[in-house]
């Protein structure tokens, strides 16, 4: 079973411009998470999408967004980059069953603002 | 809101110590209870979970009860190997905030031989 995949591996990009990031989740899996992981902040939820829809989102600007395909794909957009956006960003998916359900995470995305 | 704190780390062991993280969270709700590991170089990966009060989640040697009356889930291991030498992540999910997973800060753990 292919695991979670996350590209690109690594993005660099300058203030002001806008980085888009990609996640494909496991197969069967109908939700995909994004969390951001910045040195020494631990791992801050970001957005969480099911079945099409922006369920949820955590304490960010309104210019971090995304979407999530018909295929349950997703992509993270983030505009107007900002030095400290420099991270990791993880991408996880799980089956339906609510939050009973373990997380399966990608080896995610660090996004380098110059 | 949802927090989970995590004992600091670092922590380092020599092989065959005894491992024992501490855990405690807040949540308003009844939380799923979560521990992560990401070994070196690769993602988070579950490493055990328990959805209720009392229940034991196991795997790999590590066990860890979910306490509510002490909102607690600690980690423990009885003999720690090097390959355990990973960074572990507290977790819970809120069914009254759902899909939002909250995470501790992580520990790292290194286990000289």
């Known amino acids: 079973e292919a695991g979670v995949t996350q590209s690109p591996t690594h993005l660099i990009k300058t203030r002001g411009q806008q980085a888009t990031l990609r996640c494909s989740p496991i197969s069967g899996h109908t939700s995909v998470y994004w969390y951001q992981q910045a040195l020494g902040l631990g791992l801050q939820f970001l957005l969480w999408y099911d079945e099409g829809e922006e369920r949820n989102r955590g304490n960010f600007p309104p210019r971090f967004s995304g979407r999530q395909f018909p295929n349950y794909s997703s992509e993270l957009n983030v505009n107007a980059l900002e030095l400290e956006d420099s991270a990791l960003y993880l991408c996880a998916s799980s089956p339906p069953g609510g939050s009973n359900q373990p997380q399966h995470f990608g080896d995610g995305t660090r996004l380098s603002i110059l | 809101g949802d927090s989970v704190t995590q004992m600091e780390g670092p922590v380092t062991l020599s092989e065959e110590a005894f491992l024992t993280i501490n855990c405690t969270y807040t949540?308003?709700?009844?939380?799923?209870l979560f521990w992560y590991v990401q070994y070196p170089g690769e993602g988070l990966q579950l490493l055990l979970k328990a959805t209720k009060a009392d229940d034991k989640g196991s795997n790999k040697g590590f066990e860890a009860t979910y306490r509510k009356e002490t909102t607690s889930f600690h980690l423990e291991k009885g003999s720690v190997q090097v390959s355990d030498s990973a960074v572990y992540f507290c977790a819970l999910s809120d069914r009254t905030n759902a899909g939002k997973s909250t995470f501790g800060d992580g520990t790292t753990l290194t286990v000289k031989p």
């Open positions: 949540a308003t709700g009844y939380p799923s």
